[in-house]
């Protein structure tokens, strides 16, 4: 078993920043894929970023409305990966988790995830 917990979520002010954290932990393993999804209220949970692990070192893929802003890394060493969200807008207004998937097929696809985070809120101010 997998377990993920988010951090670093708040509240901000638009044009701001704020970096969430997923802790990793249990048979968490490198070789994992990791995603970051978020989910506003009324709407259906969306892809923002991901990253596969590769015998290069790895490779990182955003949705088009991040791109650009938002920056997802892992620290191997603290099984630990992150989300560092710049040029925030209201429209980033959710509830942000993390996920893993032990396949490492890197999709944007949440039921590819088989494990989840609680999720960390994230609000966004005009």
């Not at 393993?29 to 949970?45: C, T």
Request: charged content about 15%; some cysteine; glycine content about 12%.
């Amino acid at each position: 078993q997998v377990q993920l917990v988010e951090s670093g979520g708040g509240s901000v002010q638009a044009g701001g920043s704020l970096r969430l954290s997923c802790a990793a932990s249990g048979r968490a393993n490198l070789n994992y894929a990791m995603g970051w999804f978020r989910q506003a209220p009324g709407k259906e949970r969306e892809f923002v970023a991901g990253a596969v692990s590769t015998w290069r070192g790895g490779r990182t893929y955003y949705a088009d409305s991040v791109k650009g802003r938002f920056t997802i890394s892992r620290d191997n060493a603290k099984n630990t990966v992150y989300l560092q969200m710049n040029s925030l807008k209201p429209d980033d207004t959710a509830v942000y988790y993390c996920a893993a998937d032990p396949s490492n097929m890197g999709t944007p696809t949440p039921s590819t995830y088989a494990y989840w985070g609680q999720g960390t809120q994230v609000t966004v101010s005009s």
